[in-house]
């Protein structure tokens, strides 16, 4: 399919290490993938749901054991240690080479191997990069035709000369033991081996569109970002672009497909993406934003008509369910999708009712499902410039430091806001409830370099960014003493973000805080909403004796990097301590 002697020479070296019996070029023609769906169905690797009900979509159970990303066994492979950072697993490239290697070898031996180019963003569009993953599971080539552009466009974007990142992957004996999940940034290089579930295969999203992003963003002068990206209209129809990067459990999916409350008629919310945003300047000198993927990885259980009406919808056809449980009807169910079915079969294919005692979805279950499904999708998700952004948003889910929302006194402060975010656990992940986790930029797993030179590359851009988009916090998270949540969250969110909007266009006041810019309650609308400005008040307040707690734990964090952390950073931490008194 190509002449590319970069992927040639690098195709023969991989194939004399995994010993396909064959090789197959994916071209991204229906034809052919229709041919995988089937061979997929016969080999029971994928099961043929409701065509009715559910037309094109399939049911897929990974190993009991390979149901999610594994941050233990996920490693940076730079030459010098302290390029990885105190936040990665490290492993010198040479030793990883070689490790890994011998788990390569013959690993392919009696399979196929499948050769799928995919561009990561849109054809043509100077955002956009090209890789090509190696692997022997027809799981993983459906699931990356759905959550990238496959085929032959993308053997024409690399043209005769073009890099990419080489991405390999091996099924194997799906050991955890020996699962790896190793990023090579400085050989723009993935290898993978014993797992096949989505994070740890679908080698353009975590792998490459953010660790490998990132360190080339960091040398390429532009960012890769965990980011959801949404198109809020008002009703003169006049639309800004946020982009905003929550840890998980705060509602980020929700929040890029957000349906505005009745009380905000005439508001809309585009989704542009709904997990990574690569960012760069405009020549206008604002900051555009892409979203490089073309499908949705989202997680199923708690996605009803209710929580998130869009992203059920975009899951109707042309859906991969991984791991959810299987109705007697041939149709998919979690929990929290609706009343639970009599009867069904679980994600580990066992017998199941709502009395087996164990949950018939895995809390992790996916739905992959075309981008272009979605009811709200933004007119711009495939403009190959990006779009604009106003504001940039971090949030977190707090029960009583952060109010429900602040700005940050400028670009660099606003980069202290990031570095700094952090969640509260819940009872979802297991653990101790309300512990402080930090997760600057929620990147902490995705960053594929030194974490302090992150930092320090954010200080930079800010730099060369002429109109920087403002930067804000949000937590929908606040409660009170009783732990009762005291914000309504979800389409309600839209009422927060009309005030991001209006600071953007220098349309709403603010009072000058020690943390930052906070909106003067009277200006939240808070119309049809069951809240009184008593509440709102509360939810707005900083509370400086929690604050200079916070302090303690930023230092602790910030510790880690030593030599690492920039000046920068270390001066706006001066900045909130003297604010603080
Ligand atoms: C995801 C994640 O799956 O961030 O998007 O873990
Ligand atoms: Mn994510």
């Given at each position: 399919m190509t002449n590319n002697k970069k992927v040639l020479t690098w195709l023969d070296e991989m194939t004399k290490l995994c010993q396909p019996d064959n090789i197959v070029w994916i071209d991204g023609s229906q034809a052919q993938l229709d041919a995988l769906r089937k061979e997929s169905v016969e080999s029971g690797e994928m099961i043929e749901l409701n065509q009715e009900k559910l037309p094109g979509c399939y049911l897929h159970r990974t190993a009991e054991n390979d149901v999610a990303r594994v941050e233990n066994r996920t490693f940076i492979c730079t030459s010098k240690e302290e390029d990885a950072g105190p936040t990665n697993n490290w492993m010198a490239p040479a030793d990883a080479y070689a490790k890994l290697s011998k788990l390569y070898d013959g690993s392919m031996k009696g399979r196929t191997m499948y050769v799928i180019p995919f561009i990561m963003g849109v054809k043509g569009s100077p955002f956009s990069k090209v890789g090509i993953e190696l692997t022997d599971s027809i799981y993983v080539v459906l699931n990356m035709d759905i959550m990238t552009r496959v085929g032959k466009d993308a053997i024409e974007e690399l043209g005769e000369d073009g890099d990419f990142t080489k991405c390999l992957h091996a099924k194997k004996d799906v050991d955890p033991e020996e699962r790896y999940i190793v990023q090579f940034p400085e050989d723009n290089t993935i290898w993978s081996i014993n797992s096949a579930y989505g994070g740890n295969v679908?080698?353009?999203?975590?792998?490459?569109?953010l660790r490998i992003a990132s360190y080339l963003g960091k040398q390429e002068g532009w960012m890769a970002e965990h980011m959801l990206i949404l198109g809020l209209e008002n009703p003169q129809g006049e639309v800004h672009y946020i982009a905003a990067a929550f840890p998980s459990a705060c509602g980020k999916t929700n929040l890029a497909m957000l349906i505005p409350p009745k009380a905000l008629e005439g508001y809309k919310v585009w989704t542009v993406g709904d997990d990574i945003a690569w960012l760069r300047i405009g020549e206008d000198g604002r900051l555009w934003a892409m979203n490089?993927?073309?499908g949705f990885f989202g997680v199923a259980p708690g996605t009803s008509e209710k929580t998130n009406y869009n992203a059920l919808a975009t899951t109707k056809k042309n859906t991969i369910f991984t791991n959810v449980l299987l109705t007697d009807e041939k149709t998919v169910w979690w929990e929290g999708l609706s009343e639970a079915p009599a009867h069904g079969t679980d994600w580990l294919g066992n017998e199941w009712t709502p009395d087996s005692g164990i949950k018939g979805a895995h809390p992790n279950s996916r739905f992959t499902a075309p981008a272009r499904q979605c009811p709200c999708i933004s007119s711009e998700f495939e403009n190959k410039n990006g779009v604009p952004l106003s504001a940039i948003v971090f949030g977190g889910r707090r029960a009583k430091t952060a109010p429900l929302v602040y700005q940050s006194y400028d670009w660099n402060h606003g980069v202290f806001i990031g570095a700094t975010m952090a969640s509260e656990t819940t009872a979802?992940?297991?653990?101790?409830?309300?512990v402080v986790r930090r997760d600057p930029m929620a990147m902490l797993p995705f960053c594929g370099y030194n974490m302090g030179d992150y930092f320090a590359h954010w200080l930079e851009m800010g730099k060369k960014i002429p109109n920087p988009p403002k930067i804000f916090h949000v937590n929908w998270f606040r409660q009170d003493e009783n732990k009762k949540f005291l914000w309504p969250g979800f389409g309600d969110n839209l009422r927060v973000l009309n005030w991001i909007v209006d600071r953007c266009e220098g349309k709403a006041d603010a009072v000058e805080t020690a943390i930052g810019y906070l909106p003067?309650?009277?200006?939240?609308n808070i119309d049809a909403?069951?809240?009184d400005m008593d509440t709102l008040k509360e939810i707005l307040t900083v509370d400086k004796e929690i604050w200079k707690e916070e302090l303690k734990g930023i230092k602790e964090f910030f510790d880690k990097f030593g030599s690492k952390l920039p000046e920068g950073i270390k001066e706006q931490y001066n900045n909130l301590e003297a604010r603080l008194g």
């Open positions: 679908l080698l353009g999203k975590k792998c490459l569109a490089p993927e073309n979802a992940a297991a653990g101790a409830v309300g003067k309650p009277e200006d939240i909403l069951d809240i």
